[in-house]
């Protein structure tokens, strides 16, 4: 599983809690053990956690769901920020992103 990049450590654990409650109903695992996220940052001056995040195929018929979802999730946990989803495509998303736990779930 790739790390993911954050510009506040102090904050990057209570983020992935809330993201890691994420599924993607497809494939019933979180967007976190699925290595959906790549960078969690927080703009302290401006209140906005910006996240750049991905999905397993830029067709995914589920992916504002999942965006709309992640944002929520993001909103509860911190709820004085503006919350920021940017869904790329580069680097693209691959199974190696997956965690350990992630692969465990899948291979279950």
């Known amino acids: 599983m790739n790390e993911v990049i954050t510009n506040n450590p102090k904050k990057r654990d209570e983020a992935l809690a809330a993201l890691h409650q994420v599924i993607d109903p497809e494939i019933g695992l979180n967007i976190v053990d699925l290595g ?10 401006n209140k906005i956690v910006f996240i750049s995040m991905t999905l397993t195929t830029q067709f995914c018929p589920m992916g ?25 495509f580069d680097p693209p998303w691959s199974p190696e992103r997956i965690s350990e736990q992630g692969q465990e779930f899948l291979n279950r």
């Open 36 to 45: 959906l996220l790549y960078q969690i940052d927080f703009d302290e001056g």
């Open 64 to 88: 504002d769901s999942i965006r709309s979802n992640a944002g929520q999730a993001m909103q509860q946990a911190f709820p004085d920020y503006t919350i920021d989803i940017d869904l790329v």
